[in-house]
């Protein structure tokens, strides 16, 4: 803004140079307060902040140790066709030896047919010493299991693409905030340095008793909130570098002094969407959609618990029998061994199958009203998002327009309080007005951004921003 246009008289040369002088402190506690600018650690693209925040978050970070957690797990269940190899070794004192009735009559013709005889069995001391294995050769649960673990580590992997989709969200919206409040320093200080100007004017007319202090007030209460709107763009400011740092893992938050690459902001890279939206991309959608997956496994794995095993089954070792504790007593030990086919059918498990199997129906169907349900609300937020956008384009060309007149209304009405042609609570209403304008304006452009993003996130084109 060039003050000469509208300052006239003996105080032209004095007001200039004091609106030149705080503009040049203004312009100078800037540059103080981002002397990174001049000194900049790092520069940022959207697509850097990203894959930094992807690579460095903690939580992040621990969502992938746990999906490798998950297919460690499912892994291990291919071993369940392995041999299962275990030995085994038991030494027993029986203080009281089992008794049982022997038909020595049906041996022995001097005896009745049914005489009988208590016959104890066995020795006081035993032991047992082998090796027993087992092979797995029919056994469909475990297959099932392997399905179900496999179904488990792809929700982990979207549980996992679906906290990394969120993080970038928010990191676009905080770097878009950044873009943003770096223009709304600017503009801030421009409005200082005119208030500054209308505050001087009407500070000579007081000073000359040709104005109110009323009105005088009212321009310095202009003045001191267009200050405080500096104050306050520079405090959000470092706010949000502060929580972009966060959000990209970095802890060392004196490393604020970075710069971002607005152009995107600047070319207003926004249009019109026609492309249909790729649901596909939508980890929670495809979350929804595996989880049905799941409870149909349930059901194949209940249907499982009735199928029948078959197993081959082996020892190989030997037992002592002794009436002395003696482990290696001579002529005590005798070889056993057998293998087997073993097959178990299961008849009663102490479930209702029946109420099982129709839970995880129920449960499927559930998922899938679910994910039509969430679509029919991205469909939805798409339709809002470009509706609301198209609104706030059409919006923002009239504010800027209207913020453009007003500005030229404020420098004529400064020439004119200048020349006692105006009165000075015209210029005071002009210069609130414009203020609330201005804020007006920023909000809908934050707010254009934010309806971009809601865009990108519900038709599943979020990761074009750091792929």
Known sequence: MNATYFISGTNKKAIVKNSHLVYIILLSIYLLLFSGKLIAQETYTLSQAINNGLANKQNISSGRVDLSISKLQTQALYRKYWPQVSAEYSYMYNPILQTSIFPIGAFNPSYPPDATQNIQFGTNWSQTAGLTAIQPLLDVSINRNIDEAKLNERIAALSQAQNEYELANTIAETYIDICLQESNIQVAIEDTTRTFVSYTLMKNKFDQQSLLKSDLNRSKVNHNNALQKVRDAITLLIEDKVYLLYLMGISDIEKWNFEVDSSFIQNNLIGVFDSPPSFDQLPDLQELELQS????????????????????????????????????????????????????????????????????????????????DKTAEYQKDIYTAQLRMSNIQKQLKIQEENIALIRETIEIVQERVAKGQETASTLNLEEADLQEMEAEYQSNRKELWVYWLNYLNASGKLNQLWQ
């Open 293 to 372: 997956q799941l409870s149909t496994f349930h059901s194949k794995l209940e249907k499982g618990k009735y199928v029948p095993t078959i197993s081959l089954k082996g020892f190989f070792g030997a037992n002592q029998y002794t009436n002395n504790f003696n482990p290696v007593e001579a002529n005590t030990w005798y070889g056993l061994s057998y293998v087997g086919l073993v097959a178990k059918f299961p008849l009663l498990i102490g479930e209702n199958k029946q109420n099982k199997l129709t839970e995880y129906s129920m449960q499927s169907q559930q998922y899938e009203l679910q994910k039509a």
